[in-house]
């Protein structure tokens, strides 16, 4: 599914990421730790094509991403990765509906299908009464799972989540333990998580330790 080779990454005379190799496959959910300043981040922007790579290569689903350009690299962004963000990342003047819907609009799907396909997310996530809250409105239990079936909406090849626990309570966490596995169950999702919660990488299938911009110990 993600293949990295040799990936290098400096900003300025700040070397952070060196010689980094690593390979996910379909269905697994991968967990990145390490130290603050590891370069954990920095990884899954360039896996997220949000951040390019000084030097290696990057196949995700049989496509070398790094060829892409423009259009191309933001299509395929937008069709084959799905992100969680910590903070969730909602527009808070859209409901819960509206705030799902935003990358099926953006791949210029019919407004039908979208609006479709983002309602029965939310009901697969226990959110459809929900629907046309704002974010304002909702818990952050409700928000994050919100975040959740917006990164679902175009069926991604694989979904990228940042500390998705970080700002949760420990009931909230414990909920979204659950739904990322019962997504990986029943939907064969794949799923790299950049986190510090140590329960959260002890559930995952393996975990691919950071130190100093380098992978070390990988289990």
């Known amino acids: 599914m993600i293949d990295l ?19 996910v496959d379909s269905g697994e959910v991968v967990s990145i730790v390490g130290p603050s300043g590891a370069g954990k981040t920095t990884l899954l922007q ?3 094509t949000l ?26 962004r937008n069709r084959h990765l799905g992100f969680v963000f910590q903070f969730h990342q909602l527009l808070p003047e859209f409901t819960a509906l509206e705030n799902v819907m935003i990358p099926g609009i953006i791949a210029g799907s019919r407004e039908r299908d979208v609006r479709k396909r983002a309602a029965e997310l939310l009901d697969y996530l226990n959110l459809g009464s929900r629907a046309d809250h704002k974010p304002a409105e909702l818990s952050g239990g409700e928000n994050q799972r919100v975040a959740v079936a917006r990164a679902l909406l175009n069926r991604p090849d694989v979904i990228l989540a940042d500390e998705p626990t970080g ?3 420990s009931a909230h966490r414990e909920e979204l333990y659950r ?9 064969g999702q794949t799923f790299v998580i950049v986190t510090h919660d140590e329960e959260l990488a002890k559930r995952s299938d393996r975990t691919i330790h950071l130190q100093d911009g380098r992978v070390v110990n990988p289990d």
């Not at 080779?5 to 010689?19: E, M, P, Q, R, T």
């Not at 739904?179 to 939907?187: I, S, W």
């Open 5 to 23: 080779k040799a990936i290098n990454k400096s900003f300025g005379a700040l070397s952070v990421l060196n010689d980094v190799s690593l390979h």
């Open 46 to 48: 360039i896996m997220g």
């Open 51 to 76: 951040c390019k790579p000084d030097a290696g290569s990057l196949t995700i689903a049989g496509t070398q991403v790094l060829d892409l350009r423009g259009n191309a690299l933001a299509q395929f």
């Open 167 to 169: 700002s949760l309570d």
């Open 179 to 187: 739904l990322f596995f019962d997504l990986r169950e029943e939907l």
